[in-house]
C-alpha cells in the first residue's frame, strides 16, 4: 500500500549539545523500518520528474521501489549503474534544490526523501553487500585524471567501466579532494569516504598520490608517457580573502587552511595527531556559505565558547544549505547578520585579538540578483575574538594554468570548458568540476566528470 502521508519519516539525529563536542556523525541514518516506510510514499510517477534534477541521472523511481520491496542490493546495483559514490551524495547532495524540489509529491506535502533513502541503500551495502567484481573488456587505451574529487572520481570510475586503463594523480597523500579536506567528518566520515574510492579502485583505477600536476610533471609530458586524454578534476584550493588591513595577523586562517588541519589532517585529534590548531575562546567566521557553516560548527566542537558568523547580507540571502543553518544554530552558532568586517585588530606582538565591523543594509539587487549590502554610517563596532576564519570563497590553483600553453581560462582562473562535453581550449583535455566553475556543490562536479568520460570515449574512439 502506498504510504500517503504528507510528511518524510523523520530522521534520527545526535542531541545538538552532545554533538556540538564530538566530531561523530550528526544524522544518524533511517532503520530498515523507516527506509521501507519512507520509500512507499513515492508515487511511481510515469515521468519521473525527480530524475531530471539528478546531475548524474539516478534512476530514483527505480531504487526507490526496490527499497519498498526490502531489496536493497539490488537497489544499490540500480543506484551504481550512474552514481559511483552513493554513500557521499545521500549525506552531501542539495536534494532540496535538485530531485526533490521536483518531486510530485512536494506539491502537496513534503518530498519524498531520495537522499535519505540514497544514503540507507549506501550504508546497507558497506555492511551487508557482496563486492561485485564487474567484468570490464579492456581496450588498453590510457586516460589520465588529475584530482582524485568528486569529478575525478566520477569520470576515473566511467572510463575504467568502459574499459579504459585510467590513472588518477592525486596532489595531496590521501586521495578523496574536497571529500576529505574540505567536507568535517560529522557531515561525511572519512572512512566512508575511502570505502566508496576504493569501489572505484576495484574497477582497476590506478591513484598515484603526492603528484602536483604542473609541479612533478605537466600536462605535456602526461602525453609524452602515453595518455590519450587527460581530465582535470583539480578543484578550487585556493582561498580567497577580503583585502582588510590585519588579515596577515596570526590567528586569521582562510577556511580552506581551517578545515584541511581538522579534517585531513585530523588536528580534532592533537597531540595524538601531528598538526595542532590554534582556536581560542572566541571566533569569528566571515561568510555565508557551507564551508562556513562546516568551519563554525568545527570551532565549536574544537572547544570555543562563542562562534559567530558574520554575513554581511541577511539570512534569505545565505547561500549555505537551509540544513546546515538549522544545525548551525542548534548548536549554539551565533549568526551576526547584515554585519562585514572593516579591519582585524591584533595585540602588539602580532596576534589578533578582535575584528572591527559595520553593520549592514541592503539596498537595490547586483548583477547577481541578489540586493546590494550597503554599510550603515556610524555603526562600527568591535567583536572581541581570538580567531578569524574566511570563508567567502576559493578559486582554483593556478598551477596548471601556469604550466599548460594554450590552456584558456577566465580571468579569476576557472579553465574555460564546454559545459556538455568538458572540453577545453587544448585538443584532448577536458576539465570540469570546481576547477571550471569555482566552488560549488559534490554533485555538479560529479555530473561534469561523468559528462566528460562520455565525451572522452568518443574522442579516442574517433581517432580510431
Not at 520509500?39 to 531530471?52: F, G, T, Y
Not at 575525478?152 to 566511467?158: E, F, P, Q, S, V
Not at 566520515?189 to 598520490?209: C, F
Not at 604542473?214 to 605535456?220: Q, R, T, W
Request: proline share 5%; aromatic share 6%.
Amino acid at each position: 500500500m502506498p504510504n500517503m502521508s504528507l510528511e518524510k519519516v523523520s530522521m534520527p539525529e545526535q542531541d545538538p549539545n552532545v554533538r556540538n563536542k564530538n566530531f561523530l556523525e550528526v544524522a544518524l541514518g533511517y532503520t530498515e523500518d523507516m527506509a521501507r516506510e519512507e520509500a512507499q510514499r513515492c508515487l511511481q510517477c510515469k515521468s519521473k520528474p525527480c530524475v531530471q534534477g539528478c546531475p548524474v541521472n539516478v534512476q530514483i523511481p527505480e531504487f526507490i521501489k526496490l527499497v519498498a520491496e526490502g531489496n536493497f542490493e539490488e537497489a544499490y546495483n540500480k543506484i551504481r549503474e550512474t552514481n559511483s559514490l552513493p554513500a557521499v551524495c545521500g549525506r552531501v547532495c542539495p536534494q532540496e534544490s535538485q530531485c526533490e524540489q521536483l518531486c510530485v509529491r512536494a506539491k502537496k506535502g513534503e518530498p519524498v526523501a531520495i537522499g535519505r533513502l540514497e544514503r540507507y541503500v549506501a550504508d546497507w551495502n558497506m555492511r551487508n553487500g557482496k563486492s561485485k567484481t564487474e567484468d570490464i573488456k579492456k581496450l588498453n587505451k590510457k586516460v589520465a585524471v588529475v584530482g582524485s574529487g568528486p569529478a575525478g572520481l566520477t569520470c576515473a570510475g566511467d572510463l575504467a567501466k568502459m574499459g579504459y586503463d585510467v590513472t588518477i594523480f592525486e596532489a595531496f597523500h590521501t586521495p578523496g579532494g574536497v571529500l576529505m579536506y574540505g567536507i568535517p567528518e560529522f557531515r561525511l566520515p572519512k572512512d566512508l569516504v575511502q570505502s566508496e574510492i576504493e569501489t572505484v579502485v576495484k574497477l582497476g583505477v590506478e591513484i598515484r598520490t603526492n603528484m602536483v600536476i604542473g609541479k612533478v610533471l605537466s600536462l605535456d609530458e602526461l602525453y609524452d608517457e602515453g595518455y590519450e586524454a587527460i581530465f582535470i578534476g583539480s578543484g578550487a584550493g585556493l582561498p580567497s580573502f577580503m583585502g582588510i588591513p590585519g588579515e596577515n595577523l596570526n590567528g586569521v586562517y582562510s577556511a580552506n587552511e581551517f578545515l584541511t588541519r581538522i579534517n585531513l589532517m585530523k588536528a580534532y585529534k592533537f597531540p595524538d595527531c601531528d598538526t595542532p590548531v590554534k582556536v581560542g575562546e572566541n571566533v569569528a567566521v566571515v561568510g555565508g556559505g557551507n564551508v562556513a557553516m562546516d568551519a563554525a560548527r568545527s570551532a565549536k566542537r574544537l572547544g570555543a565558547r562563542n562562534v559567530y558568523i558574520v554575513y554581511r547580507r541577511s539570512e534569505a540571502e545565505m547561500p549555505a544549505r537551509l540544513e546546515e543553518v538549522h544545525h548551525a544554530k542548534e548548536e549554539g552558532i551565533n549568526f551576526r547578520l547584515l554585519n562585514n568586517p572593516t579591519k582585524i585588530i591584533g595585540t602588539d606582538d602580532g596576534w589578533v585579538k578582535g575584528m572591527e565591523c559595520v553593520e549592514m543594509e541592503l539596498g537595490e539587487p547586483d548583477s547577481s540578483g541578489r540586493r546590494r549590502p550597503v554599510a550603515k554610517k556610524g555603526s562600527e563596532y568591535v567583536l572581541d575574538v581570538e580567531t578569524v576564519i574566511i570563508a567567502i570563497g576559493q578559486s582554483p590553483n593556478p598551477l596548471i594554468k601556469a604550466t599548460t600553453p594554450g590552456l584558456e581560462t577566465q580571468k579569476w582562473g576557472g579553465i574555460i570548458a564546454d559545459e556538455e562535453t568538458g572540453a577545453t581550449s587544448r585538443e584532448g583535455v577536458y576539465a570540469g568540476g570546481d576547477a571550471v566553475t569555482g566552488a560549488a556543490t559534490v554533485i555538479l562536479a560529479m555530473g561534469a566528470g561523468k559528462k566528460a568520460a562520455k565525451a572522452i570515449d568518443e574522442y579516442i574512439r574517433s581517432k580510431g
